[in-house]
């Protein structure tokens, strides 16, 4: 079995956490990044792992040659959308039999949903969902995929879920007949109903991880299945590794700490949050619900909610995010340049790698904090700020 991880996508809407990392390279679960994840899911199978990339294909180089040796990088060239990144992969490929995985889809059970997207070639993994319309939406008759939907369909129903297997002359064969669609890309979802697929369910949670906000969800699905410990500091459970506390600490499992995380005194965790290696929480911080990358510091009266903060930030004295809008509608958060809804009611900031957020700032919910970026003290941020920008107010 061929094994073919396409990596190559830009990440947007991901800033900026995509900012510094390429997104199969974020620590999104639970510390593990998903190539990671997918590699080690794959391992025993593969006879052959295939990685396409591009965008920052140094760091995904640098990483492969580090942990996997073995691993064969290929570099998607000229032509776009994730049939040419398939059709490159392709090409360095020697078995017969090709498994296809899209490297942003976490899955709650890789092994298993595997193992039975393997009995049967050809095949694809669908989901099903209460609403099909943001998705490719499956339409399968006599147990075929006869197409795929794209963004068109409507109510409850199976979409594509981002994992296919197929024997490697029947998908050359198909992407050498694909068209270029009206966004100019090479689109594989196309050229599934060609290939005849039989759908396959997905068991247990699914998650396709592309908007900052979805680690929220991986997080809760993966502390469902992992094994926690027993919480001293309060009630639920805790994961990962016992942090280092000094005096007084209220923490509300479930939660989760890396190596290394230090916290205390009179610091409050609450459920769901996520606090990465390194991680340091100081007197009088409450942080509720939100993911904390690599030593990332919240040293004093910080409330961090509903965020995402990448690693080595530094929050200031005092400084807060704001998470809840006073009409209580979804907040909105500007994605590849666009208002969008995030359909959630509470959510705070996204901050990028190495930002330094002077005291006493507030951050207003949904606003995103370039990487590398400086806000000095007493701003309030009602923007998005750019990488690397020196927000003054
Ligand atoms: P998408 O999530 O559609 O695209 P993206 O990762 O570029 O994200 P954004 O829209 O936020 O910029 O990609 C789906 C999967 O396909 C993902 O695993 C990356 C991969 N991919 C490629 O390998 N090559 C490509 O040209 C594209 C578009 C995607």
Not at 89 to 98: F, I, N, Q, S, W
Not at 176 to 192: K, P, V, W
Not at 289 to 317: K, Q
């Amino acid at each position: 079995l061929s094994v073919i991880i396409l990596a190559a996508g830009k990440g947007e809407r991901m800033r900026p956490l995509t900012s510094t990392r390429p997104k199969p390279l974020l620590p999104v679960v639970l510390g593990e990044t998903l190539l990671d994840r997918w590699i080690r899911s794959v391992n025993e199978k593969a006879s052959e792992i295939i990685v396409v990339a591009k965008e920052k294909i140094d760091i995904i180089a640098e990483h492969l040659k580090e942990r996997y040796p073995d691993v064969k990088l290929v570099e998607q060239g000229e032509e776009k959308g994730t049939g040419a990144a398939l059709r490159y992969g392709l090409k360095a490929t020697r078995g017969d039999e090709v498994l296809v995985i899209f490297s942003d889809i976490y899955l709650q059970r890789p092994k298993e949903n595997l193992e039975r997207l393997l009995k049967e070639v050809p095949s694809l993994l669908a989901y099903e969902v209460d609403d099909v319309s943001q998705f490719g939406a499956l339409r399968v008759e006599n147990g075929i995929v006869k197409e795929v939907l794209e963004k068109k369909g409507k109510g409850r129903g199976l979409i594509f879920a981002g994992l296919m297997v197929a024997k490697k002359s029947e998908l050359v064969k198909v992407l050498d007949n694909l068209n270029i669609s009206e966004r100019g890309e090479y689109e594989l979802t196309q050229a599934i109903p060609s290939l005849e697929m039989k759908p396959v369910k997905v068991e247990g949670g699914w998650v396709d991880v592309g908007r900052p906000w979805d680690v929220f969800e991986v997080s809760k699905l993966e502390m469902e299945i992992i094994d926690g410990m027993e919480n001293p500091w309060g009630p639920g459970k805790i994961y990962g590794t016992k942090p280092k506390v000094k005096g007084d600490v209220y923490v509300e499992g479930p939660v989760f700490f890396g190596e290394d995380v230090e916290i205390g005194p009179y610091s409050h965790i609450r459920p769901y949050t996520v606090l990465l290696k390194g991680v340091k929480v100081g007197p009088f911080v409450q942080i509720k619900n939100s993911y904390v990358m690599e030593y990332s510091r919240l040293p004093h009266l910080n409330y961090i909610g509903d965020s995402v903060v990448a690693e080595d930030v530094n929050f200031g004295a005092g400084s807060i995010t704001a998470n809840l809008r006073f009409d209580e509608r979804p907040v909105k958060v500007t994605l590849k340049g666009e208002r969008v809804n995030s359909g959630r009611r509470k959510l705070g900031a996204i901050v990028g790698a190495h930002a330094r957020i002077g005291i006493n700032v507030s951050l207003m919910p949904g606003v995103k904090v370039g990487a590398y970026s400086w806000i000095y003290p007493g701003c309030v941020v009602t923007r998005d700020v750019e990488d690397g920008e020196r927000y003054k107010c």
